[in-house]
């Protein structure tokens, strides 16, 4: 077991042990499930679709716990319902202070905490439901996803209680003129705090980098260089990519919140959503977009209208 000085305590990972089994454990009887059960479990959990320096960063007792929960929670990001990310809530306050205490695992901690108004807003929507009623033998139905307009509603409260990064005084006169460059809207800069509360070492356990998040085959294909050196951690051309990709994205779907929703969905999906329902409306697809991008599109719209006074939907691209 690590000590404190090693970045681990006995209380801490006994805490986590104890929510993992609580959130992670999906139908099991708490009375049957051990904590050896759930080590074994979590081991199996890690060795698909993980950035292998999640394995080397972590501590080693809370190894296959921490990736448990790295993985239960992408499951859920790519699942169909917002409030299942609520369960992870209080298990996500107890794994952040662990990554913070060692140096390896800090550009994790970095992405976590961009992560967790999403855990706050589903926690939010999930103590709006009323309880299910007890005195019928029909069995739970999923909870309905709030709607695009409802949800924009939501996190324009969520944000506008909240403080600017305080990266954000630095970067954002920095990095406007680089999208201005690039033909978009400078006011997408606020892209970064969405995705990392603009700290440039925020590393996500999928392989996502720098401020903008940028996926490895993203910034390749845009012409960054991972190695020897990641670009994506470079501010600048992190920020050239990201505002290259934006347009790329916009000149398709002709529509930024479909931009946005492709950014962090992927194109291929926001495609197969407009042709199976036969739209072009954000929409009409907004509740059929895996949990994560339901929330990322709205909140995006939210930081841009409390920090710069802008609507998405009247975002003019710079002419010249």
């Known amino acids: ?4 000085g090693e970045g681990m305590t006995v209380h801490g990972s006994v805490i986590l ?30 060795q698909e679709n993980l950035d292998t320096n999640v394995l080397n960063a972590l501590p080693e007792v809370d190894e296959r716990a921490l990736q448990q929960f790295f993985r239960e929670l992408q499951r859920r990001y790519q699942g169909d319902y917002v409030v299942d990310l609520a369960a992870l809530r209080q298990t996500a306050q107890t794994v952040l202070p662990l ?41 739970p139905q999923p909870i309905p996803n709030p709607p695009a307009e409802k949800e924009r509603e939501i996190w324009v409260k ?16 920095e990095l406007k003129p680089l999208f201005a460059a690039q033909r978009v809207p400078p006011e997408l800069v606020w892209v970064a705090q969405v995705e990392s509360s603009f700290d440039r070492r925020a590393r ?19 012409g960054l260089s991972l190695w020897p050196r990641d670009q994506r951690f470079q501010p600048e ?8 990709y934006l347009k790329y994205l ?12 492709a950014y962090n969905a992927g194109e291929g999906t926001v495609q197969k959503l407009l042709d199976r329902y036969k739209t072009s409306s954000y929409d009409a697809i907004a509740e059929h977009l895996p949990a994560e991008t339901q929330m990322y599109v709205p909140r995006v719209e939210a ?16 002419q010249g």
């Open 237 to 244: 051309p992190s920020a050239t990519t990201s505002a290259q």
């Open 158 to 173: 969520k944000v506008s209680v909240g403080p600017w990064p305080a990266a954000a005084k630095e970067y954002v006169p």
């Open 204 to 222: 996500s356990p999928a392989g996502a980098a720098g401020l903008f998040q940028l996926m490895p085959d993203t910034a390749k294909r845009f």
């Open 1 to 4: 077991m690590k000590t404190s």
């Open 250 to 261: 916009y000149d398709r779907f002709k529509d930024w919140r479909l931009a946005l929703a």
């Open 303 to 318: 930081v841009l209208l409390q920090r710069e006074g802008a609507k998405l939907e009247q975002l003019s691209a710079p």
């Open 17 to 46: 042990v104890l929510f993992l089994a609580s959130s992670l454990v999906v139908g099991a009887d708490d009375d049957t499930v051990t904590v050896p059960e759930l080590i074994q479990g979590a081991q199996e959990w890690a």
């Open 99 to 139: 990554l913070e205490s060692r140096e390896e695992t800090q550009p994790y901690a970095a992405w976590l905490k961009a992560q967790m108004d999403y855990l706050d807003v589903a926690d939010e929507i999930r103590l709006t439901i009323p309880p299910p009623n007890l005195e019928t033998n029909q069995p």
